[in-house]
């Protein structure tokens, strides 16, 4: 089994990995939002989809999860698009992020608080790509349906996930276009 499919659960605690103690908030459901999405796609089997869609439901309620899964779905997808490197992400069980789930989630905190400049950042470092106008509209309405479901970011994360995300070394990866 790889660590692609060790969505169970179980995950993986991989050395250098951030963590955020919290399993719950904006941060954690972009962060899992992402990993599950990623992690679906990379492998097309629909478990991890289910996982993702089980935590958003849990903390949104059906009605508000499936807008913000939705938006999930159009924004990594668009990510996936533009990207020109591997987009990184660990196991669903681990209680940290990798240096891109960070990223992601800096993305949302700097649509949620409206800087442009470290959107931009964030989308390139993403994509390795200077195709990011998708990513950022994609992540910019992702960011809207999480603020309206009382979800909104810590607006250090737009600045300190990334930084602390520089260190840290994901266990599994995938491909930047599918």
Request: include cysteine.
């Amino acid at each position: 089994m790889s660590y692609y499919n060790t969505i169970d659960g179980k995950g993986l605690q991989a050395a250098g990995q951030v963590q955020i103690p919290q399993r719950e908030g904006a941060e954690w459901l972009v962060g899992v939002g992402f990993r599950c999405w990623l992690a679906g796609y990379d492998t097309g089997d629909i478990a991890c989809w289910e996982t993702g869609w089980n935590e958003y439901n849990r903390a949104l309620g059906p009605e508000r999860a499936k807008r913000a899964v939705t938006e999930l779905a159009c924004w990594v997808r668009a990510l996936r698009g533009c990207a020109s490197r591997k987009i990184e992400y660990y196991p669903y069980g681990c209680a940290g992020f990798c240096a891109d789930e960070c990223m992601a989630m800096s993305l949302i905190a700097a649509s949620q608080h409206h800087r442009c400049p470290a959107m931009q950042a964030c989308a390139l470092a993403l994509t390795g790509s200077d195709l990011v106008d998708p990513v950022i509209e994609a992540a910019n309405a992702f960011a809207d349906v999480l603020q309206e479901a009382d979800q909104r970011l810590n607006p250090d994360a737009v600045t300190a996930l990334s930084a602390i995300s520089r260190n840290a070394a994901p266990v599994a990866s995938v491909a930047g276009r599918g």
